[in-house]
């Protein structure tokens, strides 16, 4: 069970840590960008600064596990669910307010899958985090693996507010679609215009109507799907982790099977948020690049991902 209070909670917690400076918040300027051959809107977050933040190879920043004693200042909860499984920390580095992370208070590896637990969890806290009426909404994502963008390895969602009015690719691709599992038969929705491959679900309208089991089974139908690229690949990709990303809002799931964090050529690395369409840039000439050619996005996307797969139909194999 939820605190009934969460998103006060949640404020409260934020507003204390930010103003005696445990949130490092760090100010970026967006721009909107749409791509004029996929249609797609990315809001771009330009924020120079976090260029003195430490990166995953960072050798004290990987021997540390900052979720293991969390800062009291950061903590929202160490008990979430009342069962002991998941604590909810602040981000001490967002670049969006509220930025919240689900972690396991037992470690478990960022490597591993989701559980049927730590699904609906994610769900539970969107349903409560979630206002229609005032047009906030958020979404839960897990980067897994290095492959995925991710930097710490500790097992953690995150929470975020989607900027308002913004709408990912994700959200026109469900329209009008009704919830289905995914099996032989039907499979996960594709944007064929996104150059990247991602596997889309849409979601039950009413939340009483998705469950444990509901969401662990989507998941594992999409994960299949994904992890079906690590057996394709190897031979062009010797090197090759096994790492995606999975991103749920309360209309949808979607994951993306990754084949690498960043782009060095572009100078840019994408977690979970990048194949939404909210794009973090620490580079100014990277921002002048996708300035001048916001397609320019979609094929990094691609770079970091695997090539879309909409209208294929899987073989035996695969499954
Ligand atoms: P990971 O999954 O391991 O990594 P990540 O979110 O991709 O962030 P990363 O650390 O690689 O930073 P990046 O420069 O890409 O999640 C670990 C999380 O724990 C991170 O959120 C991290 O900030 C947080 N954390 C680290 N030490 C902590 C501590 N001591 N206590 C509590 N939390 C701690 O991105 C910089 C920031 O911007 C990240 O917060 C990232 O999530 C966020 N971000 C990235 N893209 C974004 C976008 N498009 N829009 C909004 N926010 C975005």
Same mark, same amino acid.
């Given at each position: ?45 330009? !924020?120079? @600064? =976090? %260029?003195? &933040?430490?990166?995953?190879? +960072? ?62 969890? !994610?769900? @539970? =806290? %969107?349903? &409560?985090?979630?206002?229609? +009426? ?186």
């Amino acid at each position: 069970m939820l605190p009934e209070n969460l998103s006060q909670l949640v404020s409260d917690t934020y507003a204390t840590a930010a103003a005696n400076g445990h949130v490092q918040f760090t100010e970026s300027a967006t721009n909107k960008f749409k791509d004029p051959k996929t249609g797609i809107q990315y809001v771009v977050s330009y !924020a120079p @600064s =976090l %260029l003195k &933040k430490p990166e995953r190879a +960072d050798q004290e920043a990987k021997a540390s596990n900052p979720f293991e004693k969390p800062e009291p200042e950061l903590t929202v909860s160490t008990d979430i669910t009342g069962d002991g499984e998941y604590k909810l920390l602040l981000n001490k580095f967002p670049v969006v307010p509220e930025h919240v992370l689900l972690v396991t208070n037992e470690y478990k590896q960022q490597t591993s899958p989701l559980s049927p637990k730590d699904l609906i969890t !994610a769900y @539970s =806290l %969107l349903d &409560k985090l979630d206002d229609e +009426d005032e047009d906030v909404r958020h979404m839960a994502f897990y980067n897994c693996g290095p492959s995925s963008g991710s930097s710490l390895d500790h097992k953690h969602l995150q929470l975020l507010k989607l900027p308002q009015k913004f709408t990912p690719f994700q959200d026109r691709l469900c329209n009008g679609r009704d919830f289905f599992l995914p099996d032989v038969q039907n499979e996960p929705l594709q944007d064929n215009k996104v150059a990247f491959s991602h596997f889309v679900v849409p979601l039950p309208e009413e939340s009483s109507k998705v469950d444990e089991d509901t969401l662990a089974m989507v998941y594992a139908g999409l994960l299949q799907r994904a992890l079906t690229f690590f057996q394709n690949w190897t031979d062009e990709k010797p090197r090759l982790s096994v790492g995606y990303n999975f991103m749920m809002t309360k209309r949808w799931v979607c994951m993306v099977p990754r084949s690498a964090a960043r782009s060095d050529e572009q100078n840019i690395g994408f977690n979970a948020t990048g194949y939404v369409g909210l794009v973090l840039v620490k580079y100014e000439e990277t921002l002048k690049n996708i300035t001048e050619n916001p397609h320019l996005i979609d094929e990094v996307l691609l770079e970091c991902g695997f090539p879309n797969t909409a209208g294929q139909k899987p073989t035996e194999y695969h499954y």
